[in-house]
């Protein structure tokens, strides 16, 4: 079984380009997260789909980052424009249902450097 | 608010020695608890995990207890191996925030033959 697919795997941009992730989840898995892990650091969640609803998206600042999951399925981060700050990596993770067991699974993630 | 504090790595060990990693944790409510290992070049996976006090949960040769009394879930394993390498998160998750997951910082672990 296909585990939880990211892309780009790295992605170098200079500041104030637009620049979007990919994530295909786990075959079956209602719901998708999207993570940033800064340098050094665990990581912490921006935004939990629930099929194609975003149900939390507390912390995803909005004025830059935008996330979508149009058919319920793969998702797509956008961040436009980056800043420097923006240099971390972005994880995507899905789950069975909504867990209260706290296993997610998780991808490769996608590494973005901002020069 | 919810943290999770792991002791400072890097850590490198030898082949067959014991392995402590600390964690400690602060949550408003009662949380779950669990350990994240990410192996090079992969994602983060659940390693095991504790819903109640004193709980343990165990996979791999790994074990970690859920002391509520000295809020902590130190990861130990009595005979690590090379394959072990890599990072280690403790992460808790209270009731109802539906893999809103806090992690800690990471811990690196490198097993040298």
């Known amino acids: 079984e296909a585990g939880v697919v990211q892309s780009p795997r790295y992605k170098i941009i200079e500041k104030k380009q637009p620049v979007a992730f990919w994530c295909n989840p786990i075959?079956?898995?209602?719901?998708l997260y999207w993570y940033l892990q800064n340098l050094g650091q665990g990581p912490e969640l921006l935004i939990r789909y629930e099929n194609e609803e975003a149900v939390d998206d507390s912390q995803l600042p909005k004025d830059r980052f935008s996330a979508e999951r149009l058919k319920g399925v793969d998702s797509t981060l956008k961040i436009q424009p980056a800043e420097l700050g923006d240099s971390a990596v972005y994880l995507c993770?899905?789950?069975?249902?909504?867990?209260?067991?706290?296993?997610?699974?998780f991808g490769e993630g996608s590494r973005l450097t901002v020069l | 608010g919810n943290s999770v504090t792991q002791m400072e790595g890097p850590v490198t060990l030898s082949e067959e020695a014991f392995l402590t990693i600390n964690c400690t944790y602060t949550a408003t409510g009662y949380p779950s608890l669990f350990w994240y290992v990410q192996y090079p070049g992969e994602g983060l996976q659940l390693l095991l995990k504790?819903?109640?006090?004193?709980d343990k949960g165990s996979n791999k040769g790994f074990e970690a207890t859920y002391r509520k009394e000295t809020t902590s879930f130190h990861l130990e394993k009595g005979s690590v191996q090379v394959s072990d390498s890599a990072v280690y998160f403790c992460a808790l998750q209270v009731f109802a925030s539906y893999g809103k997951l806090t992690f800690g910082q990471g811990t690196i672990l490198t097993v040298h033959p």
């Open positions: 075959s079956g898995h209602n719901t």
């Open positions: 504790a819903t109640k006090a004193d």
């Open positions: 993770a899905s789950s069975l249902g909504d867990t209260n067991t706290g296993e997610l699974f």
